[in-house]
């Protein structure tokens, strides 16, 4: 089974500008979750959706945004770029099984530079 | 809030020796309790989980964890490490309704010498 995938793997943007992330789960996951990973504040809960819906949502400005497809592909949006972006985020897949006994398989991230 | 707590920043090990690394996480109620590893230039993979049970829970590459309740925590252990060890550790936890939302400590960084 193929693994939890993001695209693009490196992105360079300039202040102001916006990005959109990709990710696709893993086959049968309709779970996906964002998170962003710095050196200061570690790995930081973005959103998580369900279902094309948006399930949680971490403590993030309104920047921030994210959709899931049908497919149950996400992608997150990033608007008005700030230097503090940067960033790699990471994008977790899970099975989503009614109970809450899930783990969460992560991709290799999209390490996003604002310069 | 909800928040974990690994002590160690950075550990130093030779080869052969014993490891444990601490992690507590600071929410009351009923909690999952994962550890993670990343090792350089690859992505996270589940090293081990617990949601019930047995409070020893055994992962792969030889890991162990203990979750004892009373002290919230969820120690990582390995009776001997290897040079292939060399990683960063990640214990992170998450309520049962909240299942997509994992809550991260700040990662120890495991350095063995050869």
């Known amino acids: 089974k193929a693994g939890v995938t993001q695209t693009p793997r490196y992105l360079i943007k300039t202040r102001g500008q916006q990005v959109t992330l990709s990710c696709s789960p893993i086959?049968?996951?309709?779970?996906v979750s964002w998170y962003q990973q710095t050196p200061g504040q570690g790995l930081q809960f973005l959103f998580e959706?369900?279902?094309?819906?948006?399930?949680n949502k971490g403590n993030f400005p309104g920047r921030f945004s994210g959709r899931q497809f049908s497919n149950s592909r996400s992608e997150m949006n990033v608007s008005t770029l700030e230097l503090g972006d940067s960033a790699l985020y990471l994008c977790?897949?899970?099975?989503?099984?009614?109970?809450?006994?899930?783990?969460?398989?992560f991709g290799p991230g999209t390490r996003l530079t604002v310069l | 809030a909800q928040s974990v707590s690994q002590h160690n920043h950075h550990v130093i090990l030779s080869e052969a020796a014993s490891l444990e690394l601490g992690c507590n996480y600071s929410?009351?109620?009923?909690?999952?309790l994962f550890w993670y590893v990343q090792y350089p230039g690859q992505h996270l993979q589940l090293l081990l989980k617990?949601?019930?049970?047995?409070?020893l829970v055994k992962g792969i590459k030889g890991f162990e964890a203990e979750f004892i309740k009373s002290k919230f925590s969820f120690n990582l252990r390995k009776p001997s490490v290897q040079w292939s060890d060399t990683a960063e550790y990640f214990c992170?936890?998450?309520?049962?309704?909240?299942?997509?939302?994992?809550?991260f400590g700040k990662g120890t960084k495991l350095s063995v010498k050869p």
């Open positions: 992170a936890v998450n309520k049962p309704g909240s299942q997509g939302n994992l809550i």
């Open positions: 959706y369900f279902s094309e819906t948006q399930r």
């Open positions: 617990y949601f019930s049970g047995d409070p």
């Open positions: 977790a897949s899970s099975l989503s099984v009614a109970g809450g006994r899930n783990e969460q398989f």
């Open positions: 086959s049968g996951h309709r779970s």
């Open positions: 929410y009351g109620g009923t909690v999952n």
